[in-house]
């Protein structure tokens, strides 16, 4: 994956400190920074969420994925030695800003104000290693779009992880 392709969008919010967590020996991919962080309940390591991915994949959906939150250092796993990566855990407050995968779709305050509130997706392309974010709403869908002055932002889309999707809940 592109390192930080999820970047946090820094408003004056509380931000909760990063966790430190685990990394099995031997992962096939490294976690980047600004990458979604997989925490399976009752397993003792993190690992990316792109990990096993198909062509491409949307993600994250509040039924079917437990996410850690996102990667703010790049892992340090090898194939003999466990490692360690910082994630900062999804908590009330904190967005985030990613490229949408349609510019068309949010090229005007007017448009992109239209689709603030909406449940979106992340579309990852295993191709480009690439997150963008998906203009669509679903209600099982991980992600929320926040406001956002797009002259501030150019090319950018303000989002909010659900609760639901961390591994804590």
């Known amino acids: ?12 919010t509380y931000m909760p400190g990063a966790k430190r967590f685990k990394v099995a020996s031997g992962t096939t991919s ?7 962080v997989r925490k399976s309940l ?3 390591y993190v690992s990316a969420w792109t990990i096993g991915v198909a062509a491409s994949a949307l993600a994250p959906e509040v039924t079917t994925d437990v996410l850690a939150g996102l990667s703010m250092t ?3 796993e090898t194939a003999s030695a466990v490692g360690e990566v910082d994630v900062l855990p999804i908590a009330p407050g904190v967005t985030y800003l990613c490229s949408p995968n349609d510019a068309t779709q949010w090229n005007t305050q007017a448009k992109y104000d239209a689709l603030v509130g ?3 997706l992340l ?3 295993v191709t480009t290693g690439v997150f963008t974010v998906l203009h669509t709403d679903g209600s099982f ?3 929320v779009v926040e406001p956002l002055d797009i002259i501030k932002h ?4 303000r989002f909010s992880l659900r609760r639901a999707l961390s591994y804590t809940n």
Do not use: H, W
Not at 1 to 12: G, L, P, Y
Not at 30 to 36: D, K, P, T
């Open 1 to 12: 994956m592109a390192k930080n392709d999820i970047t946090i969008f820094d408003d004056a």
């Open 30 to 36: 490294s976690i980047n920074a600004g990458e979604l």
């Open 42 to 44: 009752g397993q003792p």
């Open 74 to 76: 790049t892992s340090t």
């Open 118 to 120: 909406d449940r979106v």
């Open 123 to 125: 579309n990852y392309a």
């Open 141 to 143: 869908n991980g992600c």
């Open 154 to 157: 150019p090319g950018k889309v």
